[in-house]
């Protein structure tokens, strides 16, 4: 019987197949989830192609988190569908190009502004909206709501805002997890190692770290290989660790563990 046996999952966040989240969607499939993945904007109809790449050809909601209307629209589908939520997997990061590279003292609220509400406060929009569904899953160890992370805890060159962004994901995490724990709700982080996805792509000086990384961790690296991520994310799903919430749990090789 797979980890996931029974469970219905939304996952968020599958752009192309090097996504992060295409990875989680297909682990979960692979240990008997049932899902469906949500798309954005223009990059809806690439969500619904790269779908088809799956084992089982999931639907594909639209899902724009800085919308109110497709929040209760897609909470209103899910409902309809499933009538409960058993996991939520966030995989949504975005911050205006001039936040990113040496953008720390030049960018401006206004743009600071979108990278700290896509990259963390959806967090707490998508739990927000799907909370009766996310209470509703008695199944095992209750619900469990998975973001994905980029440990935060210091200074990255290049990242700016989007570290800033991802140190409020990692502060909304522990209170989410705090407020949602008496309602059978888990929420944790998984803190990657660095990926090559469209995102990662798209962070001028990303690759500086991209290929020190393989040497610092004791583990090795492979920023191809999105694998071990996407199986932390399911074992977190799962009931296996029905005891665990406002977690950072760490899947880069052992990076963060070694000074230098
Ligand atoms: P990705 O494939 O580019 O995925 C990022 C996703 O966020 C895309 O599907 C993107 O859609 C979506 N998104 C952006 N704005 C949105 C909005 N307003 N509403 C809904 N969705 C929105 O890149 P990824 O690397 O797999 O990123 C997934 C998560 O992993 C992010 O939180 C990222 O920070 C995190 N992470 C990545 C790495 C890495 O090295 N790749 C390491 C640690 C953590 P559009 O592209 O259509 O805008």
């Known amino acids: 019987m797979g980890l996931l046996e029974g469970k219905r999952i939304l996952v968020t966040g599958v752009l192309t197949d090097d996504s992060l989240a295409f990875a989680a969607a297909r682990s979960a499939l692979e240990q008997g989830a049932e899902i469906v993945l949500s798309g954005f904007g223009r990059g809806l109809s690439l969500t619904r192609r790269t779908a088809r790449k799956l084992p089982v050809v999931p639907d594909v909601l639209e899902l724009d988190v800085t919308s109110q209307e497709q929040l209760a629209a897609a909470a209103t589908d899910l409902s309809a569908r ?55 899953s008695g199944a095992g160890g209750g619900a469990s709501v998975v973001a994905l992370d980029f440990d935060a805890t210091v200074a990255w060159p290049a990242y700016d805002w989007m570290g800033v962004a991802k140190a409020a994901l990692e502060s909304l995490t522990r209170y989410l997890a705090k407020e949602l724990g008496p309602k059978g709700i888990r929420v944790n982080l998984v803190a990657a190692g660095p990926v090559r996805t469209m995102a990662a792509k798209s962070i001028p000086g990303f690759s500086a770290f991209e290929s020190s990384w393989a040497g610092r961790a004791p583990l090795g690296w492979d920023v191809h290989d999105a694998t071990p991520v996407a199986r932390a994310c399911v074992t977190l799903l799962s009931d296996w660790l029905s005891m665990t919430t406002g977690e950072m749990l760490h899947v880069d090789g052992g990076a963060h563990a070694v000074g230098a």
């Open 82 to 136: 499933w009538g409960r939520l058993d996991g939520l997997l966030h995989a949504i990061g975005f911050a205006p190009p001039n936040c990113l590279g040496s953008g720390m003292l030049t960018a401006g609220w206004e743009d600071v502004s979108v990278a700290l509400e896509v990259s963390a406060y959806s967090l707490k929009a998508l739990v927000g909206a799907f909370l009766p569904l996310l209470e509703a």
